[in-house]
């Protein structure tokens, strides 16, 4: 991986090793059962677990993004990410916390009202046209992701066509990345979007050329866990997909990515301690 740094609320973070982002989803609905905290306590568990497993990062989502997941209005997700952020600030003042949202109102009020640090942008400025102009003005680290369509239509034939599914995200995220840079973002993370508006194929053309991404000179998120490119290929469910999990991630850090986007953040830890430890001139 690349080192990098990452300019969170006036503090320069640089890190030389790949990063652990634990997922914290405060909805009723994710695609991963165990991940979902809707009451106080739970989230207060989630949070503090994590953050002693060795979280470099907390990744707090309000909404859904699992396919056919259903709409959720911006007063709802407001209101969840605000419980979210309040318990999460109770646990640790400073671990740096992303929100996975895509609207930039939401965005705006994560970061200068709830004490948020980092935008995680599923649909990589494609479903809030203001949402790059936010970041920019807000002066947040930005996590672009690849994504075709939007939740509930991703998976449709349409959105999963590619002549060349490397070539074609590549240049989609490039471009962003032109467009950001020219705004002045400066700390952009790219993620190629696993699992969305990508079949089976598709996912896996991605990972084995993962390394093509460095191209663009940006920290590269990696987030598989649990997800249907494993359990449709193993014929398991989420609930016994961990090792499959850990396997891949262990080969994404091999072909450049710089941070984990995980569930389990024990055995994402000790994945990335381990590459570490053999790959000690790649930190």
Do not use: W
């Amino acid at each position: 991986m690349l080192p990098f740094s990452l300019n969170v609320k006036q503090r320069l973070l640089t890190y030389d090793h790949p990063l652990v982002m634990a997922i914290v989803n405060v909805t009723p609905d994710s695609f991963y059962a165990s991940s979902r905290s809707t009451d106080e306590a739970t989230i207060k568990q989630r949070v503090t677990e994590a953050i002693n497993q060795g979280a470099d990062i907390i990744d707090l989502g309000a909404y859904s993004s699992r396919p056919g997941a259903m709409d959720v209005d911006i007063k709802t997700e407001l209101e969840r990410l605000e419980t979210g952020m309040k318990i999460i600030r109770q646990v640790s003042s400073d671990i740096p916390v992303s929100i996975d949202t895509f609207r930039a109102q939401v965005a705006r009020t994560a970061i200068t009202q709830l004490g948020a640090d980092i935008i995680n942008d599923i649909s990589g400025g494609n479903l809030d046209n203001k949402m790059f102009e936010t970041v920019a003005s807000l002066g947040c680290p930005y996590i672009l992701m690849h994504m075709r369509g939007t939740p509930r239509d991703m998976m449709s034939d349409d959105n999963t066509s590619y002549n060349d599914v490397t070539a074609e995200v590549l240049s989609s995220l490039a471009i962003k990345v032109g467009q950001l840079s020219l705004m002045g973002v400066k700390d952009i993370i790219i993620d190629p979007g696993f699992g969305f508006a990508k079949t089976l194929d598709q996912n896996y053309t991605l990972m084995n050329n993962l390394e093509v991404f460095t191209s663009l000179g940006r920290p590269i998120l990696v987030g598989i866990s649990r997800k249907s490119m494993l359990t449709h290929l193993l014929n398991i469910s989420a609930n016994d997909a961990l090792n499959a999990t850990t396997a891949l991630n262990a080969m994404a850090l091999d072909r450049g990515a710089s941070i984990l986007r995980v569930h389990d953040v024990l055995q994402a830890r000790q994945c990335v301690d381990i590459y570490s430890r053999l790959n000690p001139n790649h930190q």
